[in-house]
């Protein structure tokens, strides 16, 4: 599982041909010993849980890179490298 971006103390990864699980785009975050998927539409939580202070970092960071983020995931669904994603600031 790639780590594509971190940024106070959140870990940001795309699993590799991760596309039959919940079958639209999304990404795994981690922080504090809590997971949770999150759609890369819109920002819900597809499955786990993490505080919701974090989750309103992670989507307004998803905001900013949905394009990137759209992309990288067809390059995991391919099988291929992803790109490294600018934290949150």
Same mark, same amino acid.
């Given at each position: 599982? =790639?780590?594509?971006?971190?940024?106070?103390g959140i870990l940001v990864?795309?699993?590799?041909?991760?596309? @039959?699980?919940?079958?639209?785009?999304?990404?795994?975050?981690?922080?504090?010993?809590?997971?949770?998927? +999150?759609?890369?539409?819109?920002?819900?939580? %597809?499955?786990?849980?993490? =505080?919701?202070?974090?989750?309103?970092? +992670?989507?307004?960071?998803?905001?900013?890179?949905?394009?990137?983020?759209?992309?990288?995931?067809?390059? @995991? +669904?391919?099988?291929?490298?992803?790109f490294r994603i600018a934290p %949150?600031?």
């Amino acid at each position: 599982m =790639p780590t594509i971006s971190m940024f106070y103390g959140i870990l940001v990864s795309i699993f590799f041909e991760d596309n @039959a699980r919940h079958h639209l785009p999304h990404i795994h975050v981690r922080y504090s010993g809590e997971k949770a998927s +999150v759609a890369i539409s819109d920002g819900s939580i %597809l499955a786990g849980s993490i =505080p919701s202070s974090q989750l309103k970092m +992670v989507q307004a960071w998803i905001e900013i890179h949905k394009d990137e983020l759209y992309a990288d995931w067809e390059l @995991a +669904v391919s099988g291929e490298e992803l790109f490294r994603i600018a934290p %949150l600031q």
